[in-house]
């Protein structure tokens, strides 16, 4: 059974950088096709789309948010991590890790609350 | 770029059925529409991908229906725990990444 987990602070400053972890079970980031991405949603608004990352290494970022994002993978310790500079309290959001099988974002993480405040 | 529309909220009584709309602003063509359920405080769950398809214990209360650039998610049979945001989805070629529509509440009266 598949399942991911984010991980991370729950507090961060202002013009800091997050960095947050999905840590996942039971599928491999190395198998062809796969791929794992993020999705973030502020309290009560919509979802969010970051970024994600395939198998091959191939990566995409959401035009509005790409030069603050950074994702990466660790196949060896079954990670993706995300990396986001330059931090706003618009940014405080639910962040979401998801599995991606033929483009469709199929099993979720339980979120990670992220506030961003001085 | 795809902006997918939903109505901010429909409602309907248990037992009664309802559709949640979702409008794409061009053809969404080839790219299919997904649904995910949310309900509240808990996580999004995927409930029909490739426009009509459930994933293993989806209950076939729900169905989905995609024609043109309008895709549709119908809920038969409404029950108290179907209350939760719906969000439509679908594959954006250009961003090479998913766009969400903006969620419709349903409340169960």
């Known amino acids: 059974q598949i399942t991911l987990k984010e991980s991370g602070p729950t507090l961060v400053k202002p013009t800091q950088t997050l960095t947050l972890t999905c840590t996942f079970s039971?599928?491999?980031?190395?198998?062809?096709?796969?791929?794992v991405g993020w999705i973030r949603q502020p309290p009560g608004k919509a979802l969010e789309w970051l970024a994600l990352?395939?198998?091959?290494?191939?990566?995409h970022y959401s035009p509005s948010l790409r030069s603050r994002l950074t994702i990466t993978k660790d196949t060896s310790k079954n990670h993706v991590v995300l990396t986001m500079t330059n931090m706003d309290p618009v940014d405080t959001a639910t962040y979401y890790c998801?599995?991606?099988?033929?483009?469709?974002?199929?099993?979720w993480g339980q979120g990670t609350m992220v506030t961003v405040s001085s | 770029q795809s902006v997918l529309t939903q109505p901010p909220s429909v409602s309907g009584t248990p037992g009664q059925r309802v559709n949640i709309s979702c409008s794409g602003s061009?053809?969404?063509?080839?790219?299919?529409i997904n649904w995910y359920q949310q309900v509240p405080g808990t996580t999004p769950k995927l409930l029909i991908y490739n426009a009509n398809q459930r994933p293993s214990g989806v209950p076939d209360r729900f169905s989905g229906s995609q024609s043109g650039t309008s895709a549709s998610l119908a809920i038969s049979g409404l029950q108290s725990e179907d209350e939760a945001d719906y969000y439509c989805a679908t594959w954006d070629d250009s961003l090479n990444g998913p766009v969400f529509g903006g969620g419709t509440k349903l409340t169960v009266l």
């Open positions: 061009r053809s969404i063509g080839f790219n299919s």
């Open positions: 990352i395939y198998w091959n290494d191939d990566k």
């Open positions: 998801a599995h991606i099988n033929s483009r469709v974002f199929d099993i």
């Open positions: 039971d599928f491999s980031l190395s198998a062809s096709g796969v791929g």
